[in-house]
T-cell receptor, first 114, second 114 residues
Framework: LAKTTQPISMDSYEGQEVNITCSHN???????ITWYQQFPSQGPRFIIQ?????VTNEVASLFIPADRKSSTLSLPRVSLSDTAVYYC???????????????WGLGTSLAVNP | DGGITQSPKYLFRKEGQNVTLSCEQN?????MYWYRQDPGQGLRLIYY???????QKGDIAEGYSVSREKKESFPLTVTSAQKNPTAFYLC?????????????FGPGTRLTVT
């Protein structure tokens, strides 16, 4: 059974770069990797999505090695407001049928300290 | 003002009662999802629907039921058969498939059953 594994928690300081890695050894050819951010008592919010190599947007970068068995979310220069839980999702997003696969990690609780 | 809404934010029920959680979206998305989140846990998929009048069980569908009579609406009923219904329930929507996409989440409903 496919599974995604990520660290339970991480600590950092303001201004540092934070890298959170997700392991997904059984990822399939059609699967994409997506990362979400969640604050307490709110719905998750999309951060970034990728299939392979590197993707960058205005808030984060996503690094995916050639074998795609892991992915690393990189948050540059974190601030106190980045304290949240970060989830990795493996998803066959091209599947329009009735056997969708949505494999969520258990989340990484990031604490950014002053 | 496009988005996804869930109501109510907090819901209290007595054990043995069925309760229906509302989820509405005006994003013109075909796909909708219901998740359950327990304290310190990740997201677990209850049901999803790729298109109107069709829906599929997720990983933990027992004790829940859904309907998808309209594109905009995907209500979730927590039945008395659900053994541990107290949780934070999240609804999401997305385009059906293909390309890069994200799930848009509602603010969640916190259900307490005593």
């Amino acid at each position: 059974l496919a599974k995604t594994t990520q660290p339970i928690s991480m600590d950092s300081y303001e201004g540092q770069e934070v890298n959170i890695t997700c392991s997904h050894n059984n990822i399939a050819t059609n699967d994409y990797i997506t990362w979400y951010q969640q604050f307490p008592s709110q719905g998750p919010r999309f951060i970034i999505q990728g299939y392979k190599t590197k993707v960058t947007n205005e808030v984060a970068s996503l690094f995916i090695p050639a074998d795609r068995k892991s992915s690393t979310l990189s948050l540059p220069r974190v601030s106190l407001s980045d304290t949240a839980v970060y989830y990795c999702l493996v998803d066959d997003i091209g599947n329009a049928g009735n056997n969708r696969k949505l494999i969520w990690g258990l989340g990484t609780s990031l604490a950014v300290n002053p | 003002d496009g988005g996804i809404t869930q109501s109510p934010k907090y819901l209290f029920r007595k054990e043995g009662q069925n309760v229906t959680l509302s989820c509405e979206q005006n994003l013109n998305h075909d796909a909708m999802y219901w998740y359950r989140q327990d304290p310190g846990q990740g997201l677990r998929l209850i049901y999803y629907s790729q298109i109107v009048n069709d829906f599929q069980k997720g990983d933990i569908a027992e004790g829940y039921s859904v309907s998808r009579e309209k594109k905009e609406s995907f209500p979730l009923t927590v039945t008395s058969a659900q053994k541990n219904p107290t949780a934070f329930y999240l609804c999401a929507s997305s385009i059906r498939a293909g390309g890069l996409y994200e799930q848009y989440f509602g603010p969640g409903t916190r259900l307490t059953v005593t």
